[in-house]
């Protein structure tokens, strides 16, 4: 019998995994109202920290895992049903509290999106001047990004600057599906794409067969 040895780092990395697993499994699940949810304290401490940044490694290092299993960790808890469910329950009431809904984001998008520097600035061949902030409509005033001014002995400059018009347009339209890195290939009406071989050489069609396997028809 062969037997195989796993190198050290991984069998270390194997072993704090397994731990953690087995230190939580001792633990009785609660909340924080004291109901039992089907979380471990430590796995709900990983809800909250993954649902700051969605970064599921970081999230398991701050809940308390070993960072040297933090990974493995979290990729398997995000794969168990209850958490899955708890941190679904969570966005959802992060997203009544806030009321931030993806047509509040599309439609702060399109603002940035469709902004005209017109609404904002008047320019002509003696002068540029920009518009009392007071003239400039809600949606008009959360377009800009900054607005500064400097004095100095020689003079003074000021600086407007709108949010990034191109970003906007990019995050819109990737949200309505405009805008894919994916490349499909259909043949006609949509379904796979025929090839046909035309032979007028009877030694290319033998060949074609040797290479594929097919018979010439007779």
């Known amino acids: ?26 633990e009785k699940p609660t909340s924080s109202n004291g109901t039992v949810n089907g979380l471990t304290s430590k796995q709900e401490a990983f809800v909250k920290e993954y649902l700051i940044d969605l970064n ?30 708890a941190i679904a329950k969570e966005m959802e009431l992060r997203q009544e509290r806030t009321r931030v809904t ?36 809600e949606d008009d005033a959360a377009c800009v990004m900054e607005v500064s001014e400097t004095t100095t002995n020689a003079g003074g400059t000021v ?15 990737r949200h309505l599906g405009m805008f894919s890195d994916i490349i499909k290939h259909t043949g006609e009406g ?14 290319i069609r033998a060949a074609f067969d040797k290479l594929y396997g097919t018979q010439e028809k007779k």
């Open 56 to 85: 599921a490694t970081q999230a398991a290092i701050r809940a308390g895992y070993k960072e040297n299993a933090a990974g493995v960790v979290a990729c398997q808890n995000l794969k168990k049903t209850s958490i899955k469910e």
């Open 159 to 173: 600086r407007f600057k709108l949010y990034n018009k191109k970003d906007a347009l990019e995050l819109l339209g």
């Open 1 to 26: 019998m062969v037997r195989t040895r796993q190198p050290k780092k991984e069998l270390e990395k194997k072993n704090q995994f397994d731990n953690d697993e087995s230190n939580e499994s001792n």
């Open 102 to 137: 993806q047509d509040k984001v599309v439609k702060e998008l399109a603002k940035l999106a469709f902004s005209n520097m017109r609404s904002f600035v008047t320019w002509g061949p003696q002068k540029v001047t920009i518009l009392d902030s007071g003239m400039l409509s």
């Open 190 to 203: 949509g379904g796979p794409i025929s090839h046909r071989f035309d032979f007028d050489d009877k030694s």
